[in-house]
């Protein structure tokens, strides 16, 4: 029902620490001996730009392939020189879905996903973009680092992975040898069942990612905890989440707090927190920094990881990519990661949601207009 593809892996590592992720995903570059693809939604000038950049550019010169997949979005704040060092090094560099003033409005199309795949062994995903701001520098003084998470897959699951790379690639006006493509190469002696769900050019009509959320949500029977940065459900997601809560789940939502990149955003999910408290879920805001993590745990059985947020932009708008899978080790550490990410956060209570200020309320209300642009 929501389009996955049913494959096997196993994940190898996880990590919720910035420092670690971006120093996991130099090293796996480092190891590269024949090529390396990469697609992301943020970039932006910086210090982790700069290193990403110096890890590819070597690779490149060493013979390696690389191939970059840069939402055309996302990217945008980087200067021409930044992929002119790239291009020069033998960096293959593709943007996805450039503005087109013959169809303006399929610009609000993006290519959210997060993924690392090296040599058709490796593959890394997560949350975290190429950008300074994971390391909470444009937040406040203390400069505490984003709560977000990237785990390393390996097994089949990693042929499918390198697949939907090459349609992202193609479509960016990329080339693909389908002859280099080799499935068997990425193994783990104990596999685990694994769904892909990619979430590719979804509609109002035809969403993955919202049939894979509701599908999460309806399967719930004794627990359901989710982590949405940008917490903006509609009204049917809504329903299903208080349905699942009357039946006894407990229904948890971790998102962000006032720490937040998008300050409108917070605005507009606070203002519709109301349909959710009046239904008993409860809301917990991430309180030291940015919570950016958008993970699924349904009981003690399957978690959902990847880039979709629930909101109508993944919803809707965005080519995402989310793994599924009944992994126990993988349930324990996402456990481990909600249970942290809770202890650190303020639950809302909904007396308190009432008194929020004249100026919230206001704005809000405003920049909810855009809803289903958000």
Known sequence: MSDSLITSGAVTQFWANIDKIQTARLALIEKAQHLIQFETF???P???????????????????????????????????SYWQRLRGAGVEVKFFNPFSGRSPLDYLRRNHRKLLIVDQQIAMIGGAGI???WDGKDQSADNVPWYDFEMEWQGAVVALLVGFFWQHWLSAGGQVNLDAHQPSLSSVPDPSQVFIAPGEDPSFGDSPIRSLFQLCILSARSRLWIASPYLLPEEQTCEM??????NGVDVRILTMGPKSDKRYVYYVARERYGALLKRGIKIHEYQPSMMHAKIVLVDDQWVSLGSANLDPRSYFHNDEL??????????????HFFEEGFSRSQLIQHSDWQRRSPKERVMGRLWNCLYWQL
Not at 66 to 78: E, F, H, I, M, T
Not at 322 to 335: A, D, G, H, W
Request: proline share 3%; hydrophobic share 40%.
């Open 46 to 80: 910086g210090d982790r730009a700069e290193a990403f950049a110096a890890a590819l550019q070597r690779k490149a010169t060493e013979g390696v392939r690389v191939q970059l997949l840069a939402d055309s979005y996302g990217a945008k704040s980087l200067p021409k």
């Open 131 to 133: 950008a300074d701001c």
């Open 322 to 335: 989310n793994l599924c899978t009944p992994s126990q080790e993988l349930v324990q550490r996402v456990e």
């Open 42 to 44: 943020l970039m932006t």
């Open 241 to 246: 989440l208080g349905t699942a809560r009357q």
